[in-house]
């Protein structure tokens, strides 16, 4: 019975742990995806067909895509005033915040505003977080996908 | 003794409280048991014997040990199988994550051509924003173009020099 009793404490621990602890890109594209309010678009790897969107030649952008495992995109329409905008950005800067990101572009012009981020998952898996902010749009991609740092910057790098 | 009777009908019944119990258990244990009840003092007697005993070692000691561990082995393998049905859970979930598709207004939509061109259309707004704001970058490169014939003319400048130089000493 004692046993029982630990093993009981120990999974309310962890429960309590999980619980507590900081909201993940995951658990965060989870919570608002099928909220009414945001538009999400999920792009698995079988559907990557994307490759003419980026700058750069096209055999290095198709080797790129080949490397992309996922793309999901969120959106939310609303004044930049909003109580649920504003909960919504300070909720993603403290997922970047705590989610060992870091900054590679950001840049504002004329209201419109780029971030974009870059965390290393595991050997050669990383994720890039584009952030961007417009008047009355507030957009989150997320990539997912087995590329250096060099190699995800590449995507966004040959613009004009 | 009417009284007792009542009580021992009652308690046969199930129906007497603790106190009427006490007092059975009282009416048995003087001795002064009318000859009619002679035949329970001996139920009461011993009820009364067995409120006494008191267990000579800790009564976990007496239970089976096989019986606990057989009980435990049940409870880690309840656990275990909780355990790995979340895990498989979450493992079926995973590729469902990755799946091609929109929620728009709350509706899911698996039109793949409509889910490419929305995802196409972000990534080229993201990139035309980024080329907008990159342009003084740009402008900084396209000077530095048009300001190479300048090199290449104090390049033939220095030549110039150098011949001038040599032609001096001669």
Redesign the interface.
């Known amino acids: 019975m004692t046993?029982?009793k630990k093993?009981m404490t120990i999974v309310a621990v962890l429960l309590m742990v999980a619980a507590t602890q900081a909201q993940t890109l995951q658990s965060f594209f989870d919570k608002y995806?099928?909220?009414?309010r945001?538009?999400?678009?999920?792009?698995?790897?079988?559907?990557m067909?994307?490759a003419n969107?980026?700058?750069g030649n096209a055999k290095n952008n198709n080797e790129m895509m080949s490397k992309m495992?996922?793309?999901r995109?969120l959106?939310l329409n609303g004044e930049a005033a909003s109580a649920l905008m504003k909960s919504v950005i300070n909720e993603i800067d403290q997922v970047v915040s705590k989610g060992n990101f870091e900054t590679a572009?950001e840049?504002?012009?004329k209201g419109?505003l780029?971030h974009i981020y870059y965390r290393l998952t595991g050997k050669d898996d990383a994720d890039m977080l584009?952030v961007?902010k417009?008047k009355g749009e507030f957009?989150l991609?997320w990539i997912n996908g087995k590329m250096n740092k060099a190699e995800m910057m590449h995507t966004?790098s040959n613009?004009? | 003794m009417e009284m007792m009777n009542e009580l021992l009908e009652k308690y046969f019944r199930g129906e007497t409280t603790l106190q009427e119990e006490k007092e059975l258990r009282q009416y048995f244990s003087t001795g002064n048991v009318s000859p009619e009840h002679q035949i329970y003092s001996a139920l009461f007697e011993n009820f009364e014997q067995e409120m006494k005993e008191t267990a000579p070692r800790p009564v976990h000691r007496f239970l089976p040990e096989v019986k606990i561990r057989k009980r435990?082995w049940i409870?880690s393998f309840a656990?275990t199988g909780i355990a790995a049905s979340f895990i498989l859970l979450f493992w079926i979930r995973l590729p469902q994550?990755?799946?091609?598709?929109?929620?728009?207004?709350?509706k899911r939509i698996d039109n793949?051509e409509y889910?490419?061109r929305?995802?196409?259309k972000?990534?080229?707004?993201?990139?035309t924003?980024?080329?907008?704001?990159?342009?003084p970058l740009?402008s900084i490169k396209s000077v530095r173009q048009n300001m190479q014939p300048l090199e290449n003319l104090s390049d033939v400048r220095s030549k110039m020099e150098d011949i001038q130089n040599k032609l001096q000493f001669k």
């Open positions: 046993i029982m093993i995806s099928n909220d009414e945001f538009q999400y678009v999920s792009v698995g790897k079988g559907m067909n994307l969107v980026f700058g495992r996922s793309i995109i959106t572009v840049s504002r012009d419109e780029v584009i961007t417009e957009s991609i966004f613009n004009g | 435990i409870q656990i994550s990755s799946e091609d598709f929109a929620v728009i207004n709350g793949t889910i490419q929305y995802t196409e972000k990534l080229i707004k993201v990139n924003m980024l080329a907008r704001s990159m342009k740009q």
